[in-house]
DNA sequence: CTGTTAGCGCATTCAA
DNA sequence: TTGAATGCGCTAACAG
């Protein structure tokens, strides 16, 4: 019935037609008990509503279901302590394989427990210095240089990072790093980075930003280390009463395709989010087959051009 | 174990602590195979990229983690064709109930096969005319009303219903419906309705409605069946040099949280998108234990105002 | 109160 | 080429 098994043509028809008189459809576990396998892949993000999760998701879904595979999906709700417990749910249903975004790639007990138990994983977005864990991510650092560089070229000199918590997002940490590379290597010093929850309201975001955006050396320019976070800042700076790009130019990190569609358009980097999510089944499927190569696969980002970003005004430019 | 035997404390512990010795974990799918059901719970969704379907499955997923459970998601991409396929790899599975958003929640041979299988399920965002089948939404055609009227009320008489394809999404037509009754309820004709891909491209979107806008009689608003397409028309009315609120209101429908930040903010038809999806696995939860109440629950929905939306210009304005 | 056993649906092995 | 038997991990029923 699997093709597996030698039958003739007759019996096999036979066959074909019963099943199709009574419906009858193999159960999926009947088969993973027996074979001590599923094919199901589970995933854990830390949630579906940032557009950059489930973008990555709708990738890992259509390359899973192209291969036979369903998804157990699972969300730590931003709360690291949570990766153990979703984890063990996930093994305990025998999935063949994880592909997972968590809040740190290298000191993390849930991923020596995945290592011990010899359970394949691919990580999306997370970019892990230990190089025997699988990864499929863009050059963050590069990005966060790049971000700076742009900013840069168009004068400003106050450039300020304003920062998801560094604890639960590793992206964060690296961008951060890669914008303070930029000002170094530019002869700037980095300001001190503003961290903030990004799931925090307007009014809170608000709050962080009024004493800093009211001083008279103010930032001429905010980066933002993700998109979501970027639009809200965009918002709570508007609320008081600068103008975007005017006064301030802000810019994000993801490509999250709403930041087209907002105006003025979202300038930040673009990751082929949808696409890592795919490739990270792709390359889970080869670890799970024996021959997948380990390590972090980079796939191109791009900067991409948009309204919320300015040169800056001569008046409020700084000495150079 | 799960707690169903009976054994002596002593026992208890000696066995827990073999359990944690070998580090031990149940396989639900033994249990699975035992008592023919699983603990998980299947999802279908057109898309996972549009953030009102997102919402709507974490709170699903968060509901159903919190009674034990684990989700299985699939997504049709929008082809209702696919939904059939989708069950079927969700049946073989073992699913204990399915949550899903259709295109067509009446006349669904889909769904007729779950009713015959008796696999519960319950809809999320479709409003079906059949009382059996079980749903979660809000009352979409009295939304398209309430916004209507809103437009009206501001002086606009020449509003144009922009909807993605009725054949695919159950919530465009009656929103329409609404929006025909407000109109007529008002002694104004429904202009005729403007039905296009709302996945197309701003270029799309554009060319759609450049005619359109470009006519002396043009629409002074526009409603748009759901937020993307809204975001979308948005950029696209914006690109052909008109102004958002000044030339052209527009509003949307979902609430989708994103359309708070953008600026001027989008007006739209707030849904609780995360509660419907956690009121939808309760309801099925209580389908599943075979005292489940059928037929539609309508929540509340809120006109969330927005900038996106102004009085209509003395100038444009139509004959009353 | 505790230890043993049958059987769920499938794939695999062995026997005919 | 085909049929019959086995066992995967678990739960429920039963025997001790």
Known sequence: MNGTGRASADV???????????????SEIGRALKSLRTRTLGVIIPSLTNPVFASSVAGIEAQARARGHTLLVTATDYDPGRERELVDTLIAQSVAGLVLTVADPDDNPTLDHLDAESIPYV?????????????????????GAALTEALLALGHRRILFVAGRFSTSDRSRLRHQG???????????????????????????????????????????????????ALS???AVRDMGLSVPGDVSIAGFDGISIGRLVSPALCTIDQPTRRMGERAVERLFELMEGNGARGVEHLPFH???????????????GPA
């Not at 028809?13 to 459809?25: I, Q, T």
């Not at 925090?200 to 998109?227: E, K, M, Q, V, W």
């Not at 991409?304 to 008046?315: C, D, E, K, L, Y």
């Open 12 to 26: 096999e028809a036979r066959v074909r037609a019963a099943m199709a008189e009574l419906s009858f459809r193999p």
């Open 303 to 317: 900067l991409r051009p948009g309204g919320t970003i300015a040169a800056v005004a001569p008046s409020t430019q």
């Open 233 to 235: 800042i965009t918002a």
């Open 179 to 229: 914008y303070c590379a930029a000002m170094h290597m530019a002869g700037r010093a980095a300001e001190p980075v503003l961290e903030l929850d990004y799931l925090g309201d307007a009014d809170a975001h608000r709050a962080a930003l009024s004493n800093l955006l009211c001083a008279a050396d103010r930032p001429t320019a905010l980066i933002c280390s993700n998109d979501l976070l």
């Open 123 to 143: 990580m999306v977005y997370n970019e892990p210095k230990r190089t025997h864990r699988a990864a499929v991510t863009v050059d963050n650092a590069a990005a």
